[in-house]
């Protein structure tokens, strides 16, 4: 089935702050988030748009600083709503708060054309009733407009009626929690500039960040207004005055547009037309062809396609951007690229939109001399290291044990580049620009690590390094950690031995001897993958004592209490586990699971996808389909409690991968795609599409039965079911199972 809609009966509440976030709307560049048109309405929003990439700095403080230390706060910059349109009748005005009381009556995001449609019941201070409908598209073909339309319509009044629509609206956002490090606001130093306008109905003006010499263009042009008002615009923006009747309906367009970053707006502006609209509708149309996903559970159903849109609404486009933890949903997480791109969403385009995957790719590229400064910093005279949270390619991260130390998102960059390059096959990606990135990022290894004498040899070994579980920080040989970096060795390699990048024969032999030699700790007296040398040795989590109001741990307990036990934030060793399915016997894989499962507490949004994959390995598929539930809707049932603050967006990537990676078991192993069916009881079919290596190929699972066709392309030889099988062109391979 497939879902062409989501309705406000699709999620937890009509609470407004999370209402903003799970009807948002974006391009890659511009996103807009829900908020009520009103400005009198703002005392508990976020009334934001926000540009991806577009950000402030500001000093970081330290009570005792130290060599190497990030220098400056990176934040995305809440720039006002362009949803703004007030109104005032004889005696009330919206823009005075508690004047116009309004209540969201319907929400519709239409998944075909990209159109939310909201209608509003509202009553005024002195007892008049009035609806509003208004619509929202922003055009997905890269020209940054957001096209809005409004419909008044009086119930029982009849009078005079005035306008306006403010440009510049500052309003003090009021969920920011000073102890909670995920959400921060901090000052933007903005100055407006405006731009003489050829028209009454056209108003454009620069908005300059001082702090990082960034600029945008906006230009807000009033599309069409009712018959018989008079209007003007100003630099406080667009006013108007007329009559409206009792059971009439008022109309009021504008359009939206926004400059990519220091660069000049185009000279063409549209209004909502129905091209506009059939143009969305193609590109969607082209969006689901190659990314579509039927499920037979409804729910699931419209977990996924939700989730699938909005990362393809976050996502940059421009190769200069990347996708931010909250995308352009939110400024959580001041709006900052993680490691979550590469190891989340960055598969789900490499498999189903690569265009988009290859810009995303670039943006690491393009921030590459950040990098090799930075390694520089840590002491290491070659190679690059990225930065652990950043906008401009500089580390903002203020506390290293949880920021810098987490050296794995250099191996992280460097497995992308390499799934990238498997499922595409791009070779000129690879010799422009991925094989730079492998490079030198494997450079950093061979500096920052060590040989030691291990199990009586001399192993690779990486002290004091974080891994994914940031719950388990500065420690020793990161089985993660160590696990990441023999791969980003090893292809390193792998690109000098065949003259994708210029290297000498020493530096090639280097790679692969730390590769080969790389120790991978293991508890021989507990027979399960050691996360690290300390960790098997610590005390559990007093997890029995333990209130649900205290969870999650590091709002309510020091660091150091945490990092003395054994517990984790999430999925750590599990993962690396998860990426190299032929690293371990199932044996292994489910003492390990057994082991790690009980001490996750799955505060991070990262870590129920992974255990569902890993549990659908294992063939416990009740168990794989309940962390999927989760994992599926996550936002859409608030389920860490903070959507408000923006979608979880490596969470979303993890929907997609708990369909593909787990209950479809896909993977790649030399060159070779494989599935294997774990679907769950719960589920009776499951079908999804990928592109591989020129193909367009589509996976269906019922239970007991997988299917495999070629839609366009050559044929194929992959493993399915644990077969290899030769596909052609329009053939199904077909496995049954008792």
């Not at 559990?540 to 020091?558: D, G, I, N």
């Amino acid at each position: 089935m497939q879902i062409d809609k989501l309705t406000l009966k699709d999620v937890a509440t009509t609470n407004r702050q999370y209402l903003e976030t799970i009807f948002a709307l974006g391009d890659g560049h511009m996103g807009v988030r829900d908020s009520i048109p009103f400005t009198g309405n703002q005392q508990a929003t976020l009334p934001v748009m926000l540009i991806n990439g577009y950000y402030a700095t500001n000093p970081i403080t330290y009570g005792e600083s130290a060599y190497g230390y990030a220098k400056n706060h990176q934040t995305i910059i809440s720039l006002t709503s362009p949803r703004y349109l007030d109104f005032a009748t004889e005696k009330t005005s919206s823009e005075i708060p508690g004047d116009w009381d309004m209540t969201v009556d319907d929400a519709v995001l239409d998944f075909d054309t990209g159109v939310l449609t909201e209608k509003f019941q509202i009553v005024t201070c002195d007892h008049h009733h009035f609806e509003l409908v208004v619509k929202s598209m922003i055009a997905l073909d890269n020209s940054h407009q957001l096209f809005l339309n409004y419909e008044l319509t009086s119930l029982d009044y009849t009078g005079a009626l005035r306008f306006t629509r403010p440009i510049i609206h500052d309003v003090a956002a009021t969920t920011a929690d000073a102890d909670d490090p995920r959400v921060a606001q901090r000052q933007s130093g903005l100055t407006n500039q405006f731009i003489p306008a050829d028209s009454q109905q056209q108003i454009e003006w620069q908005t300059l960040v001082a702090s990082t010499h960034q600029q945008i263009t906006q230009r807000d042009w009033l599309t069409s207004f009712p018959t018989g008002f008079e209007v003007y615009g100003d630099h406080a923006g667009f006013h108007g005055s007329g009559t409206i009747e009792v059971q009439t309906t008022l109309s009021w367009s504008f359009t939206r547009q926004i400059s990519e970053i220091n660069q000049a707006l185009p000279d063409t502006i549209t209004s909502w037309t129905n091209d506009i609209v059939d143009r969305n509708r193609q590109i969607l149309t082209d969006f689901w062809q190659q990314s579509r996903v039927q499920i037979s559970d409804k729910k699931l159903q419209t977990g996924i396609q939700y989730n699938l849109f909005q990362l393809f609404q976050s996502a940059g486009r421009n190769g200069l951007t990347n996708i931010a933890a909250k995308g352009i949903t939110g400024p959580g997480y001041e709006g900052h690229y993680f490691w979550d791109t590469e190891m989340y969403m960055l598969p789900f385009f490499i498999y189903t939109q690569p265009q988009i995957a290859k810009q995303l790719l670039h943006y690491r590229f393009s921030i590459l001399p950040q990098a090799r400064k930075r390694a520089r910093s840590l002491g290491v005279t070659r190679g690059a290291l990225y930065a652990w949270r950043t906008i401009n390619g500089e580390e903002a991260s203020a506390y290293f044990p949880a920021g810098t130390a987490q050296y794995h998102i250099n191996a992280d960059i460097a497995h992308t580049v390499k799934l990238y390059f498997d499922i595409t096959n791009d070779q000129n990606f690879l010799r422009e620009q991925g094989a730079v990135v492998v490079l030198e990022t494997a450079r950093f290894w061979l500096q920052f690590g060590s040989w030691q004498q291990r199990d009586g040899r001399s192993q690779f070994c990486l002290y004091k390094v974080t891994g994914p579980d940031e719950y388990t920080a500065l420690v020793d040989n990161n089985y993660y950690t160590n696990r990441m970096a023999k791969e980003n060795m090893a292809f390193a390699a792998w690109l000098l031995e065949n003259h994708y990048i210029d290297g000498d024969a020493d530096e090639q032999a280097q790679f692969t001897k730390a590769s080969t030699n790389m120790y991978l700790p293991y508890d021989q007296e507990q027979q399960v993958t050691a996360q690290d040398d300390n960790s098997p040795k610590m005390p559990v989590w007093p997890f029995a004592t333990t209130a649900a109001t205290q969870y999650p741990l590091l709002l309510h307990y020091h660091p150091l209490m945490i990092y003395r036990h054994r517990v984790n934030k999430q999925a750590d060793t599990l993962l690396a586990e998860m990426l190299f399915p032929e690293d371990q016997a199932l044996e292994q894989l489910r003492r390990d699971y057994e082991y790690y499962e009980p001490i996750t507490t799955h505060d991070s949004s990262l870590s129920r996808s992974i255990f569902s994959i890993l549990a659908s390995r294992l063939d416990d598929r009740d168990k794989a389909f309940s962390y999927y539930m989760d994992t599926s809707l996550m936002d859409l049932v608030d389920l860490q409690g903070n959507a408000k603050d923006g979608l979880h967006e490596a969470n979303l990537g993890g929907s997609w991968l708990g369909l593909t990676y787990g209950f479809a078991g896909m993977y790649v192993a030399d060159g070779k795609l494989h599935i294997t069916n774990h679907l769950p009881t719960q589920i009776t079919h499951l079908s999804y599409r990928l592109r591989f290596r020129g193909r367009v190929m589509e996976v269906q699972l019922q239970q007991g039965c997988t299917k495999v066709q070629i839609i366009t392309g050559r044929p194929l030889t992959m493993v399915v079911d644990g077969q290899q099988r030769e596909i052609a062109l329009e053939s199904v391979a077909n496995s049954k199972s008792s």
